[in-house]
Nanobody
Framework: QVQLVESGGGLVQAGGSLRLSCAAS????????MGWFRQAPGKEREFVAG????????RHADSVKGRFTISRDNAKNMVYLQMNSLKPEDTAVYYC????????????????WGQGTQVTVSS
């Protein structure tokens, strides 16, 4: 079992930045690939970024590429999402997720999820 707790969301103006954090506890954090997903009202949950167990490989959705960066610190059991140049369309609840297999964009492959943190970008 892995418990995930996100933090760092909030209200920011367009063009601003936020850094989301996800604290993991439970089983060995470094065994898991990690992902960030988001869900806006009336929309399906979508992949934002993912990172493999060691941090040597990352993937970012085309919509955030060049603006968002995922990273992890296995010594601290933390994963981060640095979000720059935020746009109103980035408004959503952001979720952290853990996957025992490999880095993937498929939400169904993730075994554990956090409760989410709200990000609101005003125009």
């Amino acid at each position: 079992q892995v418990q995930l707790v996100e933090s760092g969301g909030g209200l920011v103006q367009a063009g601003g930045s936020l850094r989301l954090s996800c604290a993991a506890s439970g089983r060995t954090f470094s065994n898991y690939a990690m992902g960030w997903f988001r869900q806006a009202p009336g929309k399906e949950r979508e992949f934002v970024a993912g990172i493999n167990w060691s941090g040597s490989s990352t993937r970012h959705a085309d919509s955030v590429k060049g603006r968002f960066t995922i990273s992890r610190d296995n010594a601290k059991n933390m994963v981060y999402l640095q979000m720059n140049s935020l746009k109103p369309e980035d408004t959503a609840v952001y979720y952290c997720a853990a996957n025992r297999q490999v880095l993937t964009t498929n939400a169904r492959a993730y075994d554990y999820w956090g409760q989410g943190t709200q990000v609101t970008v005003s125009s």
